[in-house]
């Protein structure tokens, strides 16, 4: 996912299959799934519906499991679904696609499947686990996380580059919390005190993504006046003295 020719149009912003499995092991299992790919392929199965039944196994995972403080089984399902980001990519590499409708598909069901995620810890928290911080605090992962993509892509939908990672981006945040909910999970298999990895993660997530959201900030702030200086000086201005492209009331924003 992410040739240029064969990709489905991926943003860079890393997917749920990305922030599970480093380069080498997506290598490995790109190559074990081709024939699968090839198979759903030959069914007819498009991307797009591998796309749409990777995220509801996520959602299924993360909301019928994490409510209930099965949080082991619920990674165990979220990360079994993971594997349909690797076959939809290979799948339109394939076919020898690339597609803005592929591309925006991902991106939204991305939010969509991270939304899942920390709505399970949040409900987990305000029902049986009985700890309104944590899930305040899941709460704020869950909406800094969506607040965090947006700032990168209204940043570029006006021209700017947003040429920052952030401290702790989609992948990190994915990787920390599914891990610390899985090994959390194994305190119903006796393991004793574990289950004190899951609030130290959230924790870890929310302080991260606030970083990263000032960051993200601060550099859209610079970039802009770097670019709103540069086109002043280049007399990019129109007869109200603002800059080319720098609407602040854009219905993109809405």
């Known amino acids: ?63 019928v499991f994490y409510p209930r403080g099965e949080f082991f089984w619920g990674t165990i399902v979220i990360t079994l679904f993971v594997f349909s980001d690797l076959v939809d990519g290979n799948m339109a590499r394939q076919l020898g696609r690339s597609s803005r409708w592929g591309a925006f598909l991902d991106s939204t069901l991305d939010r969509v499947a991270d939304s899942a995620v920390f709505g399970g810890f949040a409900l987990w928290y305000a029902g049986h686990g009985d700890d309104n911080v944590l899930c305040a605090v899941s709460i704020f992962c869950l909406a800094s996380g969506q607040v965090v993509s947006y700032t990168k892509a209204r940043g570029e939908s006006i021209g700017l580059p947003v040429a920052v990672n952030g401290l702790v981006e989609r992948a990190e945040r994915l990787v920390i919390s599914l891990v610390a909910a899985g090994l959390a999970g194994l305190h119903t298999f006796g393991v004793p005190g574990i289950q004190v990895l899951l609030p130290i993660a959230l924790w870890i997530v929310a302080v991260g993504s606030l970083v990263t959201l000032i960051q993200r900030v601060v550099t859209v702030r610079r970039e802009s006046a770097e670019a709103e200086a540069s086109a002043a000086a280049e007399g990019e201005q129109d007869p109200q003295g603002n800059p080319a492209n720098a609407s602040r009331g854009s219905e993109a924003a809405k």
């Open 1 to 63: 996912m992410g040739q240029p020719v064969a990709s489905r149009g991926r943003s860079a912003t890393p997917t749920l299959g990305k922030a599970m499995l480093n380069k080498y092991a997506r290598a490995f299992f790109t190559r074990v799934l081709t024939p699968f790919a090839a198979f759903l392929i030959r069914r007819g199965v498009s991307p797009d519906t591998v796309t749409l039944l990777g995220t509801a196994g996520v959602m299924a995972g993360a909301l």
